[in-house]
């Protein structure tokens, strides 16, 4: 198993900047990627960022040149810089991680962490 413990808690003003950063703890060795995922009220769960074992990474069109994924050397931790915030990046931000072991894919994923962005 996979435990993660987002941390981050943020309240900002549109233009500012935060880092929300997942701590991830148990198999970290069968992560192969991990990412973060938002939820806005109302709405459906999408990803944000991921990163893989390889150190690629994407985004969603929506925060790219805005928000940078980054991972400490083994999946300790992974953090997300998130700039020029704006009010529609209000949200519960969610850490999962992808694990591969013994032919199965799995996923697990923390509490979540709210981010409020004021206008």
């Known amino acids: 198993q996979v435990q993660l413990v987002e941390s981050g808690v943020g309240l900002v003003q549109a233009g500012g900047s935060l880092i929300v950063s997942c701590a991830a703890s148990?198999?970290?060795?069968?992560?192969?990627?991990m990412g973060w995922y938002r939820q806005a009220p109302g709405k459906q769960r999408d990803l944000v960022a991921k990163?893989?074992?390889?150190?690629?990474?994407n985004y969603a069109d929506s925060v790219k040149g805005r928000f940078i994924i980054s991972r400490d050397g083994f999946w300790n931790t992974v953090d997300l810089q998130m700039n020029s915030l704006s009010p529609a990046d209000t949200a519960v931000y969610y850490c999962?991680?992808?694990?591969?072991?013994?032919?199965?894919?799995?996923?697990?994923w923390g509490q979540g962490t709210q981010v409020t962005v004021s206008s």
């Open positions: 999962r991680a992808d694990i591969y072991r013994d032919g199965h894919w799995d996923a697990y």
């Open positions: 148990g198999r970290v060795d069968s992560i192969v990627a």
């Open positions: 990163i893989t074992r390889g150190d690629t990474t």
